[in-house]
């Protein structure tokens, strides 16, 4: 059982350049997050998506986009990046909706840098 | 003004010592209050949670929530150098959307 899985763990991009970032999960939980992580930021929310099939915007979803593959899979793509996309982006999967999401289960994370 | 604020420290103390680390938040509607633990280059953990107000106690950890105050504490006892960490306090409302603090960056000297 390993959780929730992220790939890539790092990864460089040049401005303009596009990629994306999967996350999957073993749990057979129905809510998957994206999270972005700056320094003095703390996490912030950039979608969410509560079942196969739905995704909803978050804090900050500006220049993303996901996708709900399936209930296990769930990415994150970045079609033009930017310098301030620079950040360690995290998955995560709660067990539960509403009332029972507050705990998280979170992937290793990927660290990103655009140059 | 961010919903959720949280000093970023670092904060450097002897091993045994107690450690108090606080969030204030503005949202009332929050009711959910959580604790969560990241080693370097790891993803978070949760650690403590609390619904609405009150203490909650866990071996050598302690959450205290104050609605009233709009004020959220995390007591760590006997402070070991495993315990260095970024504590990030977490809050919600009945619905799913987290919101997280800046994290406290913790150093036990031992």
């Known amino acids: 059982n390993a959780g929730v899985t992220q790939t890539p763990k790092f990864q460089v991009l040049k401005t303009g350049q596009s990629m994306t970032l999967q996350c999957a999960q073993d749990m057979n939980h129905n809510s998957m997050y994206w999270y972005r992580q700056d320094p003095g930021m703390g996490l912030r929310l950039i979608y969410y998506s509560a079942s196969e099939g739905t995704t909803d915007k978050g804090e900050v979803p500006n220049g993303y986009n996901v996708s709900r593959l399936n209930k296990r899979e769930f990415s994150l793509r970045l079609e033009s990046a930017a310098p301030s996309q620079t950040s360690v982006y995290f998955c995560a999967s709660p067990p539960g909706q509403g009332s029972n999401s507050y705990e998280q289960y979170f992937g290793p994370g990927t660290r990103l840098t655009v140059t | 003004q961010k919903e959720v604020e949280q000093d970023p420290g670092p904060l450097s103390v002897p091993e045994g010592a107690i450690v108090s680390l606080n969030c204030t938040y503005s949202?009332?509607?929050?009711?959910?209050f959580m604790w969560y633990r990241q080693y370097s280059r790891k993803g978070p953990e949760l650690l403590m949670y609390t619904y609405s107000s009150g203490n909650k106690e866990d071996g050598r950890f302690t959450a205290q929530v104050d609605k009233s105050s709009k004020y959220i504490s995390l007591f760590i006892r006997d402070s070991q150098p495993s315990d260095s960490a970024t504590y990030l306090c977490a809050m919600k409302s009945g619905g799913n959307k987290l919101v997280f603090g800046a994290g406290t960056i913790l150093r036990v000297k031992s």
């Open positions: 949202n009332s509607a929050f009711q959910y």
